[in-house]
């Protein structure tokens, strides 16, 4: 994680040096608060990766005299396909849809939001992919 705190650093600096200059040239309020929150979000992930960085031990590829070997196995659990992101970004259209129309829609997609976001939740639990 040492090599991605850098790299984020970097990133971080360069939009804290850009900031100041599109402000002169271009006198831009907009642009020069979103190149600014960008710096700070850049500052909170690299300050973020930092400290995990120190918390875990060294890993290979943070090694300059670490192998390829020494990361084999298992490197964690990546969850497979899943339908329900899908229906609950459908849901959320509904609920946004009853804001507009009337708030017995608006209750309907709270109704299929709560239904579909369980789902989301609890897929683990039943079905082909149970743990």
Known sequence: MKAESWVIVAVGIFFAM???????????LTGTTALVMTFLLCALLGFYLGVVAKQIPDRPEDRNEGDIAEGAGEQGFFPPYSWWPLFCAMALGVVVLGVVIGWWLFIIGVGIGALTVSGWIFEYYRGVHAH
């Open 18 to 28: 850009i900031a100041p200059i599109y402000w002169l040239v271009s006198s831009d």
